[in-house]
């Protein structure tokens, strides 16, 4: 039988354990240097020999003292070092956590992510605080979000679904970018009981007029079970890994959607798709066991 003073002992024991966790998983790796995760993957529909290394960042969700631009530029410092062909941007540069010490301005965030440089070029999605964070866009005052216009503004083109033919090593591939599948939220001031996105896929995949593989970029990987044998391979963000991750459960996650396709290579449809756990935080300022990173994918 335990005594009142092995309980205490007990009690102190897992405060003090708690406390050193919570440190951990808002100092070493909510702050911790990105990893490079490194994945090689040839997709079912890809073009022989054509070889395509490309650098991933998603969810930068940027606010201080966690992720401000000093923080963004150099990790686009460690990226241009990866020598990648080109670098996609899954979204997320905004954020709607509160417990921050303030935000940079959108042009800030721009101004950082700018200084990234690959041959292809550098190339963006949005993810859904991006529009969370424009109460303009929430109102419906603007068809536009004003994080967009920040980035096309630092020279970075923002997909929203619509796709372009790039050619590498002289073979040509498709880059497409599927709109928000969560770009309003639910508002009872704007009569909206739900999340309403403004994803098209068949505007996306529209001009896409020949058998070249297409490389999409969906912020969520919801879309994923849906998509047509055309898309090779598909890229996304939006989970964080599970931002908090004990061991593959990550309590904070409660959509099934998001479960399904947490973090990594997936290959159950007829085209692939891969999940960043990205780089910056959500709701809390807390990573455990899902450390930010720089994906580098080396395609075919």
Known sequence: MITRRGLLKLMASAWFTGLAVMSYATGAEALGKPRVTRL??????????????AVVLSDIHA?????????????????????????LLL????????????YPSFQETAAALSTLKAPLGVHAILGNHDYWADPAFQAGESRESRVAAALEAAGIPVYVNRAVQLRHQGRPFWLAGLGDQLAYRPSQQFRRRSFVGIE???????????DAPVLL????????PFLPDTVSLTLSGHTHGGQIN????????????????????????????????????SAVPMRLGAWPEIMLLEIG
């Not at 090689?40 to 290394?53: D, E, H, Q, S, V």
């Open 217 to 224: 970029m969906a912020h969520e990987p919801y879309v994923y």
């Open 91 to 102: 979204g997320d540069y905004a954020t709607s956590m509160k417990l921050v010490t303030g």
């Open 40 to 53: 090689a993957i040839t997709p079912a529909r890809w073009t022989p020999g054509l070889k395509l290394r």
């Open 246 to 281: 004990l061991f593959g459960w990550a309590p904070f996650v409660d959509n099934p959607d998001d479960l399904a396709h947490l973090y990594g290579h997936y290959r159950s449809g007829p085209g692939d798709l891969v999940v960043s756990r990205g780089l910056g935080c």
């Open 200 to 210: 098209d896929l068949a505007a996306t995949l529209g001009g896409v007029d020949d």
């Open 63 to 87: 606010c201080m003292p966690w992720m401000g631009p000093e923080r963004i530029a150099e990790i686009a410092a460690e990226a241009n070092g990866l020598g990648a062909d080109i670098v």
